[in-house]
Nanobody
Framework: VQLQASGGGLLQAGGSLRLSCEASGFSLYSYTIGWFRQAPGKEREGVAC???????YAVDSVEGRFTISRDTDKNMAYLQMNSLKPEDTGVYYC?????????????????WGQGTLVTVSS
């Protein structure tokens, strides 16, 4: 099971960015996928997840701005981020778990990709 996150960058507040997560060695539809982020000096936190059944969830701080999706044909997951704020700055990770239900509890995800840095300037 391997995950590769990409798409990070530097942009101004109010901008948009789409992160991609390429999965290999497994099929996305068999796993719940989560996006997490870690700001400097802070703990890693869940941002959004999509369950094996395709149900998508996002935390309150990004609800209405971030959207998680997946393309099972391409074995890719995405995080569309709109109306970005400086507090969205951090390293973003995608992760996978075989749990059937959606969760954004970090320790329930055994598989992680390397992070991609998102920096939002004010």
């Amino acid at each position: 099971v391997q995950l590769q996150a990409s798409g990070g960058g530097l942009l101004q507040a109010g901008g948009s960015l789409r992160l991609s997560c390429e999965a290999s060695g497994f099929s996305l539809y068999s796993y719940t996928i989560g996006w997490f982020r870690q700001a400097p000096g802070k703990e890693r936190e869940g941002v959004a997840c999509i369950s094996r059944g395709g149900s998508a969830y996002a935390v309150d701080s990004v609800e209405g701005r971030f959207t998680i999706s997946r393309d099972t044909d391409k074995n890719m997951a995405y995080l569309q981020m709109n109306s970005l704020k400086p507090e969205d700055t951090g390293v973003y990770y995608c992760a996978a778990t075989t749990r059937n239900t959606a969760t954004m509890t970090t320790h329930l995800y055994p598989y992680w990709g390397q992070g991609t840095l998102v920096t939002v300037s004010s």
